[in-house]
């Protein structure tokens, strides 16, 4: 939630606090666009600690497929993302598909840095408060 901040984003339905796994599911509402969004997406393939895929089954995009890869490199991890998507609409989709690249990008590599510094400092500490 802390690397999201800036959107708001929120899980308000599902698996919303704890660990999640393999086929469950949780609705994430944010706001994008300066609109507010809602997707669910299902944990689709998982492979604790290394790996896990999560799908939209739920919301504005037309195909939403993200993947987190986790690697040991040394004394720290490294995280990768890999994204995949389809705008809403086939034909408006070619004039916006660019756009949401970016935006998406972006986005990953705000929260990722969050995630980052939170991981790397005493963040963790107050992440895991919550639980």
């Known amino acids: 939630m802390k690397s999201t901040e800036r959107t708001g984003e929120a899980a308000v339905a599902g698996v919303t606090s704890g660990l999640i796994g ?3 599911e949780v609705t994430w ?3 994008h666009f300066g609109i507010e969004q809602t997707m ?15 799908r939209m089954v739920r919301g504005a995009f037309r195909f939403f497929e ?5 690697v040991e490199r040394g ?5 990768r993302d890999v ?11 070619l004039a916006v ?3 949401l690249r970016g935006y998406l990008r972006r986005f990953l590599r705000e929260r990722n840095l969050v995630i980052k510094e939170m991981a790397e400092g005493d963040g963790w500490r107050r992440f895991l408060v919550g639980f």
Do not use: C, K
């Open 22 to 24: 393999l086929g469950e």
């Open 29 to 31: 509402r944010a706001r």
């Open 40 to 54: 669910t997406v299902r944990i689709t393939a998982f492979d604790s600690p290394n790996y896990f895929q999560d």
């Open 66 to 70: 993200h993947e987190h890869w986790f």
């Open 75 to 79: 004394d720290g991890t490294e995280m």
């Open 83 to 93: 994204l995949r998507f389809a705008a809403p609409v086939r034909v408006l989709g």
């Open 97 to 99: 598909e660019p756009v």
